[in-house]
């Protein structure tokens, strides 16, 4: 199962459940908190909050998100799964057609989503 499926022809969102709940228990198992993600995550809703309305400049954001996370990674080992799967997921969006757009970044944030839910399911820390 790939990013790109996921990104492109899930529908279901079968995938995605799938592919959250794997990444997430790398998560926890390298010791990643929950106030490590919710940084990122913060970020994320913000970008979502411009999206509908300035769609450019939550564009530029979102891609901003890449150099972030390699930052985070760089620090803080256990970010580095996180970085790998956000990283390909803010591609998929920027690499999407115009008019896919918008579903592709729904998607993506679903993904992120998925990926915090699972991680305070399965027993990450605070």
């Not at 199962?1 to 899930?10: E, N, P, Q, R, S």
């Not at 940084?39 to 300035?54: D, K, M, N, S």
């Not at 998929?92 to 008019?99: F, N, Q, R």
């Amino acid at each position: 199962m790939t990013i790109h499926t996921i990104m492109t022809a899930d529908e279901s969102g079968k995938e995605l459940v799938e592919f959250a709940q794997t990444v997430a228990q790398v998560l926890v198992s390298n010791n990643l908190t929950r106030g490590q993600i919710r940084t990122i995550f913060t970020e994320v809703r913000q970008i979502e909050a411009l999206w509908g309305t300035r769609r450019a400049d939550a564009l530029r954001r979102l891609l901003m998100l890449k150099p972030k996370l390699a930052y985070q990674a760089a620090r803080i080992q256990s970010v580095y799964r996180l970085k790998e799967v956000l990283s390909e997921a803010v591609d998929e969006v920027e690499k999407a057609p115009e008019s896919k757009k918008d579903n592709a970044f729904r998607r993506f944030v679903d993904l992120f989503e998925a990926i915090l839910a699972y991680h305070r399911a399965l027993g990450g820390k605070n």
